[in-house]
């Protein structure tokens, strides 16, 4: 299982290549589920909480981009 201090020290591309496969790993879970042949219904919810990582550090990623470009901006004029 990934850990946010792993995630973290990713760069974007790793971090979106393990966001489609947490995400393919989720849409494969619920299929599962929805058949009854799940195995272990805990990897439903480790699935969705990496998702839910991998989204947060993105979008701290961005926000953080932002707010340098913002200040870059307001130090050029």
């Known amino acids: 299982m990934n850990k946010a ?3 973290r020290e990713m760069s974007d591309e790793q971090l979106a290549l393990t966001l489609k496969e947490a995400t393919d790993n ?3 879970f619920h299929i ?3 058949t009854d042949r799940l195995d272990a219904p805990s ?4 699935a ?3 998702v839910a990582r991998v989204k ?6 961005a926000s953080k981009s ?3 470009t913002a200040a870059t901006a307001e ?3």
């Open 5 to 7: 201090s792993e995630l």
């Open 26 to 28: 989720l849409f494969r």
């Open 32 to 34: 599962q589920a929805q």
């Open 43 to 46: 990897e439903l919810r480790r």
């Open 48 to 50: 969705r909480r990496l």
């Open 56 to 61: 947060t550090i993105q979008t701290q990623r």
């Open 66 to 68: 932002e707010k340098t």
């Open 75 to 77: 130090d050029s004029n």
